[in-house]
């Protein structure tokens, strides 16, 4: 079993689904790791918003199409209510109408059901750190969007920003980003501000899906 990464304590976790079976094989995957702890289950965003904030959970696994509130409304109400709250989109669907909303309402991350169990583990760590986490089939849509010309002189990106920002796409948390570029944490904070602003997004899975849609990655 693996270890937790992320520092001395077990990552709690929530499990919003409304099909059961997921929620027990999710809850199966996780239970048999020393570095998770399942604190509860949801059936649908109403019930998973509450439950994240009463449970003070660290990561939201969140389906999207569910009954009564579905998983980009929970994503946003989070963000209100909870904003330390990391959430991983787990789903079966990734097209555009799907992927866009979830990044831009708050989402960490973004999964397929189909990812594999080791995968998966991975992509939970790298949430609850802050890190960007994409399927590589919802990357690629991101890449082949229509790319967008660039904004005023004053909304574009400087040199700096852009390295800060293909680093936070590659995984790196602030601290690696400031070793790699000798610069403070604290800067690499101010950089992300101003890139968040610029792009008009919240946050840095937002800000990296933005980036690839207006081909400043690739």
Same mark, same amino acid.
């Given at each position: ?28 995957? =996780?239970?048999?790791?020393?570095? =998770? ?19 003070e ?7 999207l199409?569910?009954?009564?509130t ?11 209510r ?8 787990l +789903?079966? =669907? ?13 989402a960490t ?6 990812a594999?169990?080791?995968?998966l ?13 994409l ?22 990106l ?21 070793? +790699?570029? =000798? ?8 950089h ?27």
């Amino acid at each position: 079993m693996s270890r937790d990464t992320d520092g001395g304590q077990p990552i709690r976790l929530l499990i919003v689904d409304d099909h059961p079976i997921v929620r027990d094989g999710l809850r199966a995957v =996780f239970e048999s790791e020393d570095a =998770f702890e399942v604190a509860g289950e949801a059936a649908d965003g109403t019930e998973a918003v509450d439950r994240a904030v009463a449970l003070e959970v660290d990561v939201v696994l969140m389906d999207l199409r569910m009954p009564r509130t579905g998983g980009v409304e929970a994503i946003r109400l989070l963000g209100e209510r909870a904003p330390d709250i990391r959430v991983l989109v787990l +789903t079966t =669907f990734d097209g555009d109408a799907d992927v866009l909303p979830a990044v831009e309402a708050g989402a960490t991350g973004y999964l397929l059901k189909d990812a594999p169990r080791d995968e998966l583990v991975r992509a939970v760590h790298a949430a609850h750190r802050g890190q960007a986490v994409l399927a590589p089939s919802v990357a690629q849509k991101l890449l082949g969007r229509v790319r967008t010309p660039a904004g005023p002189a004053e909304q574009r990106l400087t040199e700096r920003e852009l390295k800060v920002l293909t680093l936070v796409a590659s995984g790196s948390t602030n601290r690696e980003a400031a070793k +790699t570029l =000798f610069i403070s944490e604290a800067t690499v904070k101010t950089h992300l501000l101003h890139l968040y602003a610029k792009l008009g997004v919240r946050d840095r899975a937002a800000a990296v899906a933005e980036a690839y849609k207006r081909g400043l990655l690739g």
